[in-house]
């Protein structure tokens, strides 16, 4: 390991004020995506957290060995995971393959963070009630680029991936009237689940054991500020992860510490999904912005390949889960209600939307952290 630590991610300031909108508009469609990985990703499926026990057992077997110690694996609290699909996840899964599926709600988590920076929308996965250093809250820091909550004041983001208002979390299980409700705001962009035609044989890499999947936390408040000398008011900004390619920090063959060991298995880089965006009542900015921020500046038809990129599912500290995504635009259509309610067909204008960038004050440092680099 090098001698100079290099952070794996860094933030986006906030802009000078949150994004506001309102309304929706008459395009209707589906978007059809290519989505192709650049280094390994890895989508745990939960649904079996023992999918290589004769795996975990080594581990246990090599610990126990090294430390003379007879811990058992009960108590190891070392876990190990397929990637996600629809098959049925049970039992050990060392000689069974399913094919990969990227779940559309991880896709659409992915896009909404880059939207919500691109569009100065507020932070919409906070959770205010973080301390910061100095033992204030960071909802008494963030101001008003806290998450929306008033339906009738939308940031961008909000506006067209919906979202739960106060009411509704907190009124929600006794009083489900009409009132409540009228505080959610649905969305407007579906992402459907990425699937893909790959020949089983291929797509996998070998379970690996990994270094620290999860992200450890301590440093979440100091994120939080601004500048290096505390305490000075305001946020750093919006955390995201640069892309790299380092197979040696992504495996680590010797754990130390048993509880903190995860086997996965990951799909490997240069894998081809395809999914669909469907959307609903879209303006034509709604549907410019979205387009520019799915390539993020980047090259936007399929056969021009990725200059930009994503960062998607699990073990991005540790240069997992680059991921670039193109539209099929032969495959995409989108439809008009006119004011007779009568719908035809206009995938022609996908072609002549003006540039997302012109309604998104595009951030250069933001562009530049999605720039493919490995
Ligand atoms: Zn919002």
Known sequence: MSDMFVNPYTFIGLGESKSRSSGNGKYTGVLSCTMMTLTPLIIPNAANEHAFSKREQRVVDRWNKKNSSSALREESGIKSYDFYSYDNPEGDRENKKSSPVIPGSSIRGMIRSAYEALTDSCLSTIDLEN????????GDVIGHFAPCKDSTQLCDACNLF??????DKRKYKTDTGLKNKLNTVASRVMFRDATTSLD??????????????EQPNPSQAEAYYKGSVYPVNGIKGRK???HSDDPNIRKQNDPNNLNLTVIARA???GCMFTFDIAFENLTDIELAKLIWIISIGGKTSSNEGSTHGFKLGRGKPISFGSVGISIDYDKSGVF??????NIFCDS?????LPRGAEYLRPKATFVDRCKIQI
Do not use: C, T
Not at 131 to 138: H, P, S
Not at 336 to 341: A, I, N, P, T
């Open 131 to 138: 301390k910061m250093i100095d033992g204030r809250q960071v």
């Open 162 to 167: 919906g979202m739960v208002g106060e009411n």
């Open 200 to 213: 089983l044989r291929d797509w996998h890499e070998e379970p690996m054991i990994l270094a620290i999947l």
């Open 240 to 242: 995201f992860y640069w």
């Open 267 to 269: 799909v490997k880089a």
């Open 336 to 341: 008009v209600l006119d004011e007779s309610l």
């Open 348 to 352: 022609s204008m996908l072609a002549k």
